[in-house]
T-cell receptor, first 113, second 112 residues
């Protein structure tokens, strides 16, 4: 049962343009959402998070949007840079009071020069 | 560099053996989490410790166990290893349980 889904395994974007990564969830008990970036042979790196009481959180080039009614969140990266090429994971917390992160399968983002 | 350290980086062992993976959390973090990343399952939560006590459990096999020591470092013990246990094992830590978790570089376990 995949409670957090990233339906796009890969995404290719031109350098300088906007990258939009999407994530859907099924469990309405989730109350905190996070995005992680992962390079090969490294651990996931925390990028940005959002609480379920908000609909937007911004940090530099990264903005996360949350649509609770649609159970959907997205990560916007503007402008995209070559160093942004990595696998991005969406994660959720809050199911039945547990602190575990429930991860999506990841989206591989490639930024083309 | 997240501040979370894991040793060893790579581990190759045979089926039936037992191994111990070690994790040191970021300075000041009381919670430690263990995750497994395999090719077909993605990142899966195994277990969480908070200040020495087990706090939450995921789909952790009975052959696996963990503990957190008074100095807050944690060890994940994997026994009676099977080929399917080959995976990346990540440790993460956080200050306040339930919020941002910071991951170590992982231990790649290969069971032959």
């Amino acid at each position: 049962d995949q409670q957090v889904k990233q339906n796009s395994p890969s995404l290719s974007v031109q350098e300088g343009r906007i990258s939009i990564l999407n994530c859907d969830y099924t469990n309405s008990m989730f109350d905190y959402f996070l995005w992680y970036k992962k390079y090969p042979a490294e651990g996931p790196t925390f990028l940005i998070s959002i609480s379920s009481i908000k609909d937007k959180n911004e940090d530099g080039r990264f903005t996360v949007f949350l649509n609770k009614s649609a159970k959907h969140l997205s990560l916007h990266i503007v402008p995209s840079q070559p160093g942004d090429s990595a696998v991005y994971f969406c994660a959720a917390i809050g199911e039945e009071g547990a602190q575990k992160l429930v991860f999506g399968q990841g989206t591989r983002l490639t930024i083309n020069p | 560099d997240s501040g979370v350290t894991q040793t060893p980086k790579h581990l190759i062992t045979a089926t039936g053996q037992r191994v111990t993976l070690r994790c040191s959390p970021r300075s000041g973090d009381l919670s430690v989490y263990w995750y497994q990343q395999s090719l077909d399952q993605g990142l899966q939560f195994l277990i969480q410790y908070y200040n020495g006590e087990e706090r939450a459990k995921g789909n952790i096999l009975e052959r696996f166990s963990a503990q957190q020591f008074p100095d807050l470092h944690s060890e994940l013990n994997l026994s009676s290893l099977e080929l399917g246990d080959s995976a990346l094992y990540f440790c993460a830590s956080s200050v306040v349980s339930g919020h941002e978790q910071y991951f170590g570089p992982g231990t790649r376990l290969t069971v032959t």
